[in-house]
């Protein structure tokens, strides 16, 4: 087999994020699920949008913010996902590849407009966010370079992005040109609304030995496994996926891969801003480190790093320098 040529390759949502500070009032008002992620169609979309306050524009979609983490350590990084040719759409494409991400995507003529998600973000730092879909869920499979798949380290998919159909065709295609070539592909569960609807499906995978590395929370552990106590989860699901990876919020994360296991606490900080993208950039530290060939402890801490960074502001993109902060922790 030979040598990747890219580190990562993400599918994933495009999407452009639009994000306000809110009081936990406004959230009650507007009959939000404070601290989740809903989808909206285009009208509660333009709704939300007129409530909120002065408000941020910052390219985001998970898979994308991971990749803006991985880029930012100094990996080599490609995007696939859909955006419209309207302005976010440029918006979103401009900032990508502006982070050094390889993203050739055509963007699509038609309706609906690129995808964008509204974030409510309380003084606690909890954000509730609200995703209209948009041009995002229209991602064929023939927009797939299955030879640039193959010529990457780690095919890292979204689990988001699961939820439409067509998308959800192109990641099967994408996970079996990966697994022809030799490589990994690691998935993130991304939310327990995602596991109540397409659990079967993530089950059926992880069976089916298709999934190398697994990134989720405690919360989507429990709901994928149908166990309430953590560490019995985990353990069921390392007999059947070669990498797990648990993040655990303050409790910091917890990781096994084959008979090794480790677990770090979080990276203390000052005061969490906006837990926007923690998830996100947590999986940008811990791949970054496996591509690099690190220790599952390094991997981990690599992944608490840089989730601190960026909860410790708005955005769900790092601002602070990571291969300065890595260093500086990790010497």
Not at 62 to 76: P, Q, R, V
Not at 188 to 194: E, I
Request: overall charge negative.
């Amino acid at each position: 087999m030979t040598a990747p040529a890219t580190d990562v390759i993400a599918i994933g949502n495009a999407i452009v994020d639009v994000m306000a500070p809110a009081q936990d009032a406004d959230i009650e008002r507007l009959g939000l699920a404070k601290g989740g992620m809903t989808l909206v169609d285009a009208d509660r979309a333009r709704e939300l949008y007129d409530a909120m306050g002065p408000a941020r524009e910052i390219s985001g979609g998970s898979a994308a913010n991971t990749l803006a983490g991985l880029a930012a350590l100094g990996a080599t990084c490609g995007f696939i996902g859909q955006v419209a040719q309207d302005q976010l759409g440029e918006v979103f494409a401009h900032d990508i590849r502006a982070g050094g991400i390889a993203f050739a995507t055509p963007a699509r003529e038609s309706e609906p407009p690129t995808a964008r998600c509204l974030i409510f973000v309380t003084p606690d730092g909890q954000r509730t966010m609200n995703t209209f879909l948009g041009a995002s869920q229209f991602l064929p499979a023939e927009a797939l370079d299955e030879a640039v798949i193959a010529d990457a380290a780690v095919l890292y998919l979204e689990g988001y992005l699961w939820d439409p159909e067509e998308p959800r065709k192109a990641m099967r295609r994408a996970i079996a040109a990966a697994r022809t070539a030799g490589r990994k592909v690691a998935f993130t569960l991304s939310d327990a609304f995602v596991i109540a609807r397409h659990g079967d499906d993530f089950r059926a995978l992880i069976e089916a030995g298709q999934i190398d590395i697994l990134f989720a929370n405690e919360h989507e552990l429990a709901a994928l496994t149908g166990i309430a106590d953590f560490h019995e989860g985990i353990a069921s699901l390392a007999a059947k996926v070669p990498t797990v990876v648990v993040t655990r919020s303050e409790k910091g994360a917890h990781a096994v891969s084959g008979s090794e296991q480790a677990h770090v606490p979080a990276e203390p900080i000052e005061q969490v801003v906006d837990t926007t993208g923690a998830g996100d950039l947590f999986a940008a530290g811990f791949l970054f480190g496996h591509v690099r060939g690190r220790s599952l402890e390094d991997c981990l801490r690599l992944g608490a790093i840089c989730a601190a960074e960026v909860i410790s502001h708005y955005g769900a993109r790092p601002e602070a320098d990571l291969k300065q902060l890595v260093a500086a922790r990790m010497g």
